[in-house]
């Protein structure tokens, strides 16, 4: 599903350089839950982005779903970025004015997608992440555990084949964060892939594989055995 091949990445500010990515080599295969640990610093945002095609690596190749990214288009790397992926971050990134179903519409709406059609698959997700009773609410209506469950049902619209989540319980009390975590592992258990950014050990637990960051290197590869929860 996601195939890095000697990926590198160099930020240059003015005379100076940084290399957040030293020669990277990481398959993901299609269904794995993978967490990316790592101390801050460490590259692992850089990664995400990468993953994410929200940025460029300086060398290197990005196989994604069959498909080259290197080679595609910024047209075509949008569509990519819509259809493919979903994405959830620690902020939640939600729109405030606009209610709950509203922000979950709003991939589709980009798509193009009748209104009906739209709401019909934004009330579906809604409810699958328990939060039926809340579609007419604004954000700041809503604990910071909804607000991350709003941001998931989003990242579910297009049925993207991918989840990437940046810290997406660090802004969340623990219970939230547990809750979270079950609900990524039942979108797992329905086969989306996920990558999952964390610095806590007891999230990253939840997840099949752990990747340990440090220096733009990977430190350790962890897979579980299979069967564990
Ligand atoms: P992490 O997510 O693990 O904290 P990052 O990927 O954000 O790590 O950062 C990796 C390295 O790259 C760090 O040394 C960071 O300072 C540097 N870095 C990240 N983004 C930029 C940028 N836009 N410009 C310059 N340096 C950056
Ligand atoms: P959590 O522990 O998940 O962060 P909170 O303690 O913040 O939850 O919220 C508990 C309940 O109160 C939730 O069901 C949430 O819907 C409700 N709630 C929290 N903040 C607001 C608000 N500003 N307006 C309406 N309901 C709220």
Redesign the pocket.
Same mark, same amino acid.
């Given at each position: 599903m996601i195939t890095l091949k000697d990926i590198t +990445?160099i930020? +240059?500010?003015g005379p100076?350089e =940084?290399q957040? /990515?030293m020669p990277l080599n990481l398959s993901i295969e299609k269904g794995e839950f993978v967490a990316i640990m !790592? &101390? &801050? !610093? &460490? !590259? +692992? &945002?850089? /990664?995400?982005?990468i993953i994410g095609c929200l940025d460029v690596p300086t060398a290197g190749s990005y196989e994604l779903d069959g498909q080259q990214v290197q080679e595609l288009s910024e047209e075509e790397l949008a569509k990519v970025r819509n259809r493919k992926i979903g994405f959830v971050f620690q902020s939640f990134n939600l729109l405030a004015r606009q209610t709950v179903l509203q922000n979950v519409t709003l991939p589709l709406m980009y798509a193009g997608t009748s209104r009906e059609q739209r709401n019909a698959r934004a009330l579906e997700l809604l409810g699958k992440v328990g939060l039926a009773e809340r579609v007419k609410h604004r954000p700041n209506e809503l604990s910071g555990g909804q607000k991350q469950r709003v941001a998931i049902a989003r990242a579910l619209t297009m049925n993207a084949p991918i989840l990437l989540a940046d810290e997406p319980t660090g802004n969340l009390d623990t219970k939230s964060s547990h809750e979270i975590m079950a609900l990524f592992k039942e979108i797992h258990a329905e086969g989306t892939t996920i990558v999952l =950014?964390t610095h806590e050990p007891d999230i990253a637990e939840h997840a099949e594989r752990i990747i340990t960051?440090g220096d !733009?290197k990977v430190l350790s590869d962890v897979r579980k055995g299979s069967g564990r929860t």
């Open positions: +990445k930020y +240059k500010n100076l =940084v957040a /990515l !790592g &101390s &801050s !610093g &460490s !590259g +692992k &945002s850089t /990664l995400m982005n =950014v960051f !733009g």
